[in-house]
C-alpha cells in the first residue's frame, strides 16, 4: 500500500503540521456477509487503512477490493473479476466526519455517527451511519457496520448465481489506530553522521574536492532526495527530487 498518511494528506483531509493530532493504522479490518436462502457468504479483509483526525473529528477508510480474503477460492475469483472489477476499481474509501463530540483524552466508549462520502465500484454515495470509538491506553478504537445496497454502486449480478448474492450487503469496519508519529527527516545543519543514523547510508556518494576543501552529496535514490554536506562536513542544502 502507498504511504497511508501521504495519500489522506493529499485528499485534504489532515495537515501534518499538526501530527500530534492524527491516529492511524494500516491493519484495520473490514468485512462483509451476504445471506440468501441459497447461501452465506463472507470475507475478510485485514490490510485496511484508516486515518482519524482527533482534532476534527475527519476519518479517512481505505481498502484495497483484492486484499478480500474468502473461504471459497471460486467466489474470490468471481467477485474481483465479475463484481467489484477490480482490475479498473482496485480500492474502496470512506471520507466522512464523526458528528459527535468525543474527548479523546481519556478512556471511555461514545456511540457516534460518521456522515461521508463512500466510493465503491466507481460509484460515490454519502452515507450517515452509527458506530463507537474507544479510547483506551492512548489507542484509538473504531468500530462501524452498515448495510450498502448493490444497486447504488452499480454492481451486477449475473443471472446464473443471482439467487446466491444478497443485494444488500452488511458491511463491518473495525480498526485499532495509534498516534501518529512523523520520522526525522534531514534538516540543515546536520552532519553526515546525524543524517546516516536518521535515513541510513545512502545509495550513493559523490565528492567535489577545490582548494577550499571537500564537498559530498548523499544520493537516497528510494527517498527521492540529495543531500549536499559543505566542506565543514554539515548539510547546506537538500534537493527533493
Known amino acids: ?15 501534518l503540521s499538526n501530527a500530534q493530532n492524527v491516529f492511524s493504522t494500516k491493519t484495520g479490518e473490514a468485512s462483509f456477509f451476504s ?11 485485514e490490510k485496511v487503512g484508516m ?3 482527533s482534532k476534527t473529528n475527519e476519518m479517512v477508510v481505505l481498502v484495497s477490493i483484492k486484499n478480500f480474503v474468502f473461504q471459497d477460492a471460486l467466489m474470490q475469483e468471481h467477485f474481483n473479476e465479475n463484481y467489484m472489477e477490480s482490475d ?38 454519502e ?13 484509538v478504537s473504531v468500530h462501524c457496520e452498515f448495510r450498502a445496497e448493490l444497486k447504488d454502486y452499480k454492481i451486477e449480478i449475473p443471472k446464473v448465481v443471482f439467487a446466491d448474492i444478497a443485494k ?4 463491518k469496519i473495525n480498526g485499532t489506530l495509534e498516534a501518529y508519529k512523523s520520522k526525522p527527516s534531514a534538516k540543515i545543519g546536520m552532519s553526515k553522521t546525524e543524517v546516516i543514523k ?11 574536492t577545490t582548494k577550499y576543501g571537500t564537498t559530498e552529496m548523499f544520493f537516497y535514490n528510494k527517498l527521492k532526495k540529495n543531500i549536499n554536506f559543505n566542506e565543514s562536513g554539515v548539510i547546506d542544502y537538500i534537493h527533493d527530487l
Not at 478512556?107 to 465503491?120: C, E, I, P, Q, R
Not at 444488500?168 to 458491511?171: A, N, V
Request: cysteine-free.
Open 168 to 171: 444488500t450487503i452488511l458491511i
Open 35 to 45: 445471506t440468501t436462502p441459497a447461501r452465506d457468504i463472507d470475507a475478510k479483509n
Open 198 to 208: 536518521i535515513l541510513g547510508e545512502p545509495d550513493n556518494i559523490s565528492k567535489t
Open 88 to 125: 479498473k476499481y482496485p480500492d474502496a474509501s470512506y471520507k466522512g466526519k464523526i458528528n459527535e463530540t468525543v474527548d479523546y483524552s481519556k478512556d471511555g466508549v461514545t456511540n457516534v455517527t460518521t456522515t461521508g462520502k463512500l466510493k465503491m465500484h466507481g460509484e460515490e454515495k
Open 127 to 139: 452515507i450517515t451511519e452509527k458506530g463507537t470509538i474507544t479510547i483506551k491506553n492512548g489507542k
Open 51 to 53: 486515518v482519524l483526525n
Open 1 to 15: 500500500m502507498k504511504n497511508l498518511i501521504l495519500i489522506f494528506a493529499t485528499a485534504l483531509f489532515f495537515n
